[in-house]
């Protein structure tokens, strides 16, 4: 018996071995390489790389493009994460609330989910499309009157990086309503009830049981919008000249990294260390997400209905 | 005062509506008006917005294809691509969930807790060398290159992990063990069978991921008659087209109609997907 045991339970390790192997070869392999070529540098043009320390992060600190693409990518984040988490907290709390019993729940998160699906390559365009100088948005700007002559918007830095942050927003806000919804109503009514019983307010409930209970959920939301914030590339590179114009206002890490790849000698030493840089910088935050967030208090209700209920076997 | 309850209720709501009417209309106008757009002509989109189609679909896409750009081509690579690569997806991540699900053995713990850190790692820290180390094997502009990387697809074990183990399923394989069916065999005759719902979301996920790439394909395809849609988009914004605003919209839309279709198709199923790698870490 123990030896047929022993036999099956073998077979695991043949069920995930071409994960193993796909994961070592198109996986961790490349990880190694970026990291060795971040220390070197190799170009596309020429056979010879020399190792050269950290030459490739010092010259990124040595002028202003990296450290100005870092502050664009986060003030993009930020400004989009915002409004982003804080309607999707409206949204679900007027969803889940017994008392309002809007209509059609499923079909409003349905259809605000619908630009999250969409190829972003192509929204980017399409934005571009509309706030091009003939585009429809001055038509209806200047025959409404709410602009006295048409404009190039995509040549203001507030213009233009705001559209990016409203596309960014525009197009996760619905997916993030999805899950904060998901939380809340994974939190037992009975807690509630307990409450109203002892005479808690809307507000005291939030306060005490929704947004505790919810903690692991907006930890989620928070650090994979971070993550893939910090990897941000085809809507503002796309939406104008694909250097991040106008004045480098919307250039972000990813484009730094592609304009390092694709420049006249490929300089793929330099470009790498830029992907490295923004990893260490990405994962420390998403680190010290978890750190501060965690539960310091151990008395705090366990999330224990969000693992799973039974493992017997 | 309960009259007063009511009346700050129904107050409320009509708030809440008119904030979700709002909403609505800023996520579904810009889509409307792009697809309307694609069948209007360049003097009528100059004359101004409208919400109603108009009578010109085809004469955009002759524009289109007259200045160059191979649409049909574009939709049959970005199609062979998101089809091969939801196919590669779909087995493999089944195939290593369930071995995770499936048996004990040592490390199981170890490997699944890997898993859910290899999903945080960003494609910044391998895209570079991935793109040298494929060029040295000779990968580039090849959808291998796109296609093999999904056999270690993460963030699609992870989900499928999540799902066969909300399924109760020890009976039927201890029962398909004593029928005599081999290991391999009990994962492809039992388990995928029982399996499909989630597959399905698993699928859906990873088609709509390939048929949107436009990083990694835009780094490591060169050639254009191996551009996906998403790159023939980025030719649309040069000078070519740059007074064809019907045919620009045409294009744009060609790229969004089959995403909106399968939605429309499979809403259910997307929505459901979503919220399961945030509810059980």
Same mark, same amino acid.
């Given at each position: ?10 077979? *695991? ?9 796909? $994961? ?107 706030? +091009? ?18 404009? /190039? ?41 307990? &409450?109203?019983?002892? *005479? #808690? ?47 480098? !206002? ?20 330099? #470009? +790498? ?33 969000? !693992? ?6 | ?54 009578? /010109? ?17 574009? $939709? ?20 290593? &969930? ?60 992870? $989900? ?14 201890? #029962? ?11 994962? /492809? ?8 719902? *989630? ?46 605003? *019907? ?18 198709? $499979? ?15």
């Amino acid at each position: 018996m123990s030896l047929s045991k022993f036999k099956r339970n073998y077979y *695991g390790y043949l069920f995930i071995a071409p994960f193993v192997i796909g $994961f070592l070869i198109f996986g961790l392999y490349p990880v190694y390489n970026t990291l060795a070529l971040s220390f070197t540098d190799t170009t596309l043009m020429t056979k010879n790389a020399n190792f050269v320390g950290l030459k490739n992060f010092e010259r990124l600190f040595a002028d202003n493009v990296f450290i100005n693409a870092v502050k664009n990518t986060w003030i993009i984040w930020i400004l989009n994460f915002i409004p982003q988490v804080g309607i999707a907290m409206l949204l679900s709390i007027w969803f889940t609330n017994t008392r309002l019993k809007i209509k059609g729940v499923g079909v409003w998160r349905a259809l605000f989910f619908l630009p999250n699906l969409l190829v972003p390559a192509s929204v980017a365009a399409l934005f571009f499309a509309f706030f +091009s100088f003939y585009g429809p948005v001055n038509q209806f700007m200047v025959r409404y009157g709410l602009l006295p002559e048409a404009m /190039h918007y995509l040549q203001s830095v507030p213009v233009t990086r705001g559209l990016v942050v409203f596309i960014q927003w525009w197009m996760w806000f619905g997916q993030t309503v999805i899950i904060v919804m998901a939380g809340m109503t994974s939190i037992p009514v009975t807690l509630y009830e307990a &409450a109203m019983v002892d *005479g #808690a307010t809307s507000s005291q409930m939030f306060r005490r049981i929704t947004l505790p209970l919810l903690k692991p959920i907006l930890i989620y939301v928070f650090v994979t919008s971070l993550v893939g914030g910090m990897q941000m590339f085809d809507i503002p590179f796309l939406l104008t000249d694909g250097r991040g114009s106008p004045n480098a !206002s919307i250039q972000t890490n990813n484009i730094l990294m592609y304009m390092k790849f694709a420049s006249s000698k490929g300089h793929i030493g330099a #470009a +790498s260390s830029v992907g490295v840089l923004i990893f260490i910088m990405t994962s420390l935050c998403a680190l010290g997400i978890f750190y501060f967030l965690r539960d310091r208090d151990n008395d705090a209700p366990k999330r224990s209905w969000f !693992s799973k209920k039974s493992t017997e076997r | 005062m309960f009259e007063n309850y009511r009346f700050n209720t129904s107050v409320i709501r009509f708030f809440v509506y008119l904030v979700l009417i709002i909403l609505l209309a800023v996520t579904i106008i810009p889509i409307w008006i792009l697809i309307v757009n694609a069948t209007r002509s360049t003097t009528e989109i100059q004359q101004g917005l409208s919400i109603f189609p108009s009578t /010109h679909l085809f004469e955009n896409y002759r524009i289109l294809l007259g200045k160059g750009l191979n649409l049909p081509r574009g $939709f049959s690579n970005s199609l062979f691509l998101a089809v091969s690569s939801t196919v590669v997806t779909v087995y493999f991540s089944m195939l290593t &969930a369930y071995g995770i699900v499936a048996y004990e053995f040592k490390g199981k713990k170890l490997f699944s807790n890997f898993i859910v850190l290899l999903v945080m790692i960003p494609m910044q820290l391998s895209i570079i060398g991935f793109y040298q180390y494929m060029s040295k094997l000779g990968l580039t502009d090849n959808y291998a290159a796109l296609i093999l990387p999904l056999i270690a697809n993460a963030g699609a074990v992870f $989900f499928g992990k999540q799902y066969l183990e909300s399924m109760i399923m020890q009976d039927l394989i201890d #029962a398909a063990r004593i029928d005599g069916a081999s290991e391999l065999g009990i994962f /492809h005759l039992v388990m995928m069978p029982l399996a499909v719902p *989630g597959a399905a979301t698993m699928g859906i996920f990873a088609f709509v991921a390939s048929w949107n790439n436009f990083f990694n394909a835009f780094i490591l395809i060169s050639s254009i008659e191996k551009y996906t849609l998403p790159m023939l988009v980025q030719t649309l914004r040069g000078d070519v087209y740059r007074t064809e605003f *019907g045919a620009i919209y045409l294009g744009l839309a060609a790229t969004i109609v089959p995403i909106i279709v399968i939605y429309a198709l $499979f809403s259910r199923y997307i929505v459901s997907g979503i919220a399961i790698g945030a509810l059980k870490e």
